[in-house]
């Protein structure tokens, strides 16, 4: 009831944060998002209800958006990072972690790789933290430093078996990389 009544007030809203608050639903989302169609910054940090079709939607009213937090989000996948990237050409900054990234993410990427000659780049792409995510591995690190070369952060804390070889092609592939967060991995 409260995200109809901020959405029917059709207040021009640059940031919202929503982190962390239960009882919303995904059509709640929504909806406050296709009426607030300037936000810039949008946290949706922990909503459990959102999966990767519910991203793609409200990803459809977010042009100016230029950093979402989706962290905690246990359904997302890279789906809703690249219907992000897509639809949203102004954002350079996402958060997702501890969500299900990286998991069918080798498979997906090689059907992409075996339908398509041309890889899509999101040179806006600056900043990423993908922290505490158990599916990731080699192959979903290098494919993202490929497809997002003027990374300047990128967050791979808390993250079991990425190799040595595999940051440095990151290091090699997104030469602006200024933050690299690897803390507790091994």
Not at 120 to 138: E, F, M, Q, T
Request: net charge neutral.
């Amino acid at each position: 009831e409260s995200l109809l009544t901020i959405a029917e007030n059709g207040l021009p809203l640059r940031r919202l944060v929503l982190e962390d608050c239960f009882g919303y639903s995904s059509v709640g989302h929504i909806y406050l998002v296709s009426k607030c169609r300037f936000l810039q910054y949008l946290d949706l940090g922990n909503a459990d209800s959102l999966n990767d079709g519910n991203v793609l939607e409200l990803s459809r009213f977010l042009r100016d958006l230029v950093s979402i937090n989706i962290s905690k989000c246990g359904c997302l996948t890279k789906l809703a990072l690249f219907a992000l990237l897509r639809n949203c050409p102004k954002l350079n900054e996402v958060r997702m972690e501890n969500t299900s990234i990286g998991e069918r993410s080798v498979e997906m990427f090689s059907t992409l790789r075996n339908t398509s000659r041309n890889f899509v780049v999101y040179p806006h792409l600056k900043s990423l933290c993908l922290a505490r995510n158990i599916w990731l591995g080699d192959e979903d690190v290098i494919m993202f430093a490929s497809v997002f070369p003027n990374l300047q952060l990128l967050d791979l804390s808390f993250i079991n078996g990425i190799s040595e070889e595999s940051i440095g092609q990151v290091l090699r592939k997104c030469s602006k990389i200024r933050h690299l967060n690897l803390a507790y991995c091994s």
